[in-house]
T-cell receptor, first 108, second 112 residues
């Protein structure tokens, strides 16, 4: 059973376009983390959202935690090739549980 | 070092041989995770160690896979009688409880 479902699994867009990816669960989490993994590297933490409804911005990336703390979204504005990577969400569930990831490819 | 260190970085082995992968976590991190990542895929949870508690082995795919951790230090993941389907990147991560997980660079295992 996958604790965190991420959609879409794969997304390819042109440079300059906007995109949104999602992380959903049936469980309530005290916090959710978003990581980015670039090719050949391990995942690196981007942000942690803690409060229901919270919105955090990291340059062109906007992260939102759902009001019920069961889901989260990541929106990228004017995507750049450097945004290419696997985006992973993670939440506490006896252990830190990761979703399968959203593979994002930004084409120049 | 300041980060999670994994060795070897690359390993090519013949089908049927045993391999041992090593992970040195960040000092003071009580939690340690092993994940498998096949080419172009997401993270597949293998095993989780938390302090001196019994490890969560629920993700190990078969009895050919085992892992050990001595206290809060180094961990080894052993794969016996390797199969071609075991070819993947094996990632190790450590954290303080459920806060930020720090990942190593991974070990790329190729079974030929």
């Amino acid at each position: 059973t996958q604790l965190l479902e991420q959609s879409p699994q794969f997304l390819s867009i042109q440079e300059g376009e906007n995109l949104t990816v999602y992380c959903n669960s049936s469980s309530v989490f005290s916090s959710l983390q978003w990581y980015r993994q670039e090719p050949g590297e391990g995942p690196v933490l981007l942000v942690t959202v803690v409060t229901g409804g919270e919105v955090k911005k990291l340059k062109r990336l906007t992260f939102q935690f759902g009001d019920a703390r069961k889901d989260s979204s990541l929106h990228i504005t004017a995507a750049q090739p450097g945004d290419t990577g696997l985006y992973l969400c993670a939440g506490e569930f006896n252990r830190l549980a990761f979703g399968k990831g959203n593979q994002v490819v930004v084409i120049p | 070092g300041a980060g999670v260190s994994q060795s070897p970085s690359n390993k090519v082995t013949e089908k049927g041989k045993d391999v041992e992968l090593r992970c040195d976590p960040i000092s003071g991190h009580t939690a340690l995770y092993w994940y498998r990542q096949r080419l172009g895929q997401g993270l597949e949870f293998l095993i989780y160690f938390q302090g001196n508690s019994a490890p969560d082995k629920s993700g190990l795919p078969s009895d050919r896979f085992s892992a050990e951790r001595t206290g809060e230090s180094v961990s080894t993941l052993t794969i016996q009688r390797t199969q071609q389907e075991d070819s993947a990147v094996y990632l190790c991560a450590s954290s303080r409880d459920f806060t930020e997980a720090f990942f190593g660079q991974g070990t790329r295992l190729t079974v030929v």
